[in-house]
């Protein structure tokens, strides 16, 4: 969650756990139009220039409008609170990916790059999830991490535990649709981005 500014307006602090950060204006937009009627109809995530945003199809008096809103803390947060999904499983794939990347960024600050390649390595194997431990055998590891590995293997899997909650409780996808999207996404982000983290990883792209 991104950080609140220390202030002594109580009125603001209370408005920021709602709606979130001041700086959204995207966000602000969408909610003031969803407040005069319009509704949503289909979410997608683009890339443009290394930027994601979020393309939003908006109806109201059966015109369709489209909405572009950059991809954030508080958008998520609103579209779990408000159980908008993306407009298809390989799109909300898509969305986990980048959640993920940014929860597993920040746990690789934390512990280290190479404690997070070996705890991708041999935790998530033992978990079992299809793709994701098949895409983590590939990764290289250093065998003077395990006591490290094993304490950060209860933060990933807070880490796991919350983005399922957020797909099968705030989305309402069932278990096995679920377990699919975020095994999908753990092993799409496993293939593609331990790289830009120092993680040296060879491993086939996922179909």
Do not use: C
Request: hydrophobic share 40%.
């Amino acid at each position: 969650m991104e950080p609140f500014r220390m202030t002594r307006d109580w009125n603001s602090l209370i408005r920021y756990a709602l709606e979130g950060a001041e700086g959204e204006p995207f966000l602000r937009l969408l909610k003031e139009r969803l407040r005069t009627g319009s509704q949503v109809v289909s979410v997608r995530l683009e890339n443009a220039g290394g930027k994601p945003e979020y393309v939003l199809i908006l109806s109201l008096h059966k015109q369709l409008s489209e909405m572009r809103v950059p991809h954030s803390e508080g958008f998520t947060s609103w579209s779990f609170d408000t159980g908008t999904r993306m407009s298809d499983e390989q799109q909300e794939q898509t969305r986990f990916v980048l959640l993920l990347g940014e929860r597993l960024a920040a746990l690789a600050s934390d512990v280290g790059p190479d404690v997070l390649m070996a705890l991708l390595s041999n935790h998530l194997p033992a978990l079992g999830a299809p793709r994701a431990s098949e895409a983590a055998r590939h990764l290289r590891t250093s065998r003077h991490v395990d006591s490290a590995v094993r304490r950060a293997a209860e933060k990933l899997d807070f880490l796991l535990v919350g983005l399922a909650r957020a797909l099968g409780r705030s989305l309402k996808y069932d278990e096995a649709t679920t377990g699919r999207i975020l095994d999908g996404a753990l092993a799409q982000w496993i293939s593609q981005t331990p790289r830009t983290l120092g993680l040296d990883a060879q491993v086939p792209h996922p179909s």
